[in-house]
């Protein structure tokens, strides 16, 4: 799917995949990137907490809100990521966060959403391919 060979890691012949680096979205929107155990988050939004939990950036009700400087978390000792890092003390990684970020965005394409093509009934398979207008003749 995404062009990285999980082999190695499925047999165990290997603790690590070949990926360095994981891009979150929502949508067509770049929320975070991780880059080995580092997680740099340019938007959040709340989610399925309730308003009651303790964290309120955590609650549904909670906006999109961007992050300029991004968010960046150690992933590994921090894994609900509930703590962001001084970014000042980690510019090298932020460097190479925002560089992979770059060249990502510079390479990315999105397609059409296809989610909806079910509903059509042009998609709706027919043993008969001349039929036109499909709804009108493709009785199968």
Same mark, same amino acid.
């Given at each position: 799917?995404?062009?990285?060979?999980?082999?190695?890691?499925?047999?165990?012949?290997?603790?690590?995949? !070949?990926?360095? +680096?994981?891009?979150?979205?929502?949508?067509? %929107?770049?929320?975070?990137? =991780?880059?080995? &155990?580092?997680?740099?988050?340019?938007?959040?939004?709340?989610?399925?907490? =309730?308003?009651?939990?303790?964290? #309120?950036?955590?609650?549904?009700? $909670?906006?999109?809100?961007?992050?300029?400087? !991004?968010?960046?978390?150690?992933?590994?000792?921090? $894994?609900?990521? =509930?703590?962001?890092?001084?970014? *000042? #003390?980690? #510019?090298?990684?932020? +460097?190479?966060?925002? @560089?992979? *970020?770059?060249?990502?965005? &510079?390479?990315? $394409?999105?397609?059409?959403?296809? %989610?909806?093509?079910? #509903?059509? @009934?042009?998609?709706?398979?027919?043993?008969?391919?001349?039929?036109?207008?499909?709804?009108?003749?493709?009785?199968?």
């Amino acid at each position: 799917m995404d062009g990285y060979d999980l082999t190695p890691v499925l047999t165990g012949e290997s603790e690590m995949g !070949p990926r360095e +680096e994981m891009f979150y979205y929502s949508g067509h %929107m770049l929320m975070a990137i =991780r880059q080995h &155990k580092y997680k740099a988050h340019f938007w959040t939004k709340g989610g399925l907490c =309730r308003n009651s939990y303790h964290d #309120q950036d955590c609650w549904g009700s $909670t906006p999109l809100t961007a992050h300029d400087p !991004p968010l960046l978390f150690d992933v590994e000792f921090d $894994t609900k990521e =509930r703590f962001p890092l001084d970014i *000042k #003390q980690y #510019q090298t990684v932020m +460097e190479s966060i925002m @560089a992979l *970020k770059e060249e990502h965005e &510079k390479k990315m $394409t999105f397609s059409p959403g296809e %989610m909806n093509l079910g #509903q059509k @009934a042009e998609n709706f398979p027919c043993c008969n391919p001349d039929c036109k207008p499909r709804n009108g003749c493709c009785k199968c």
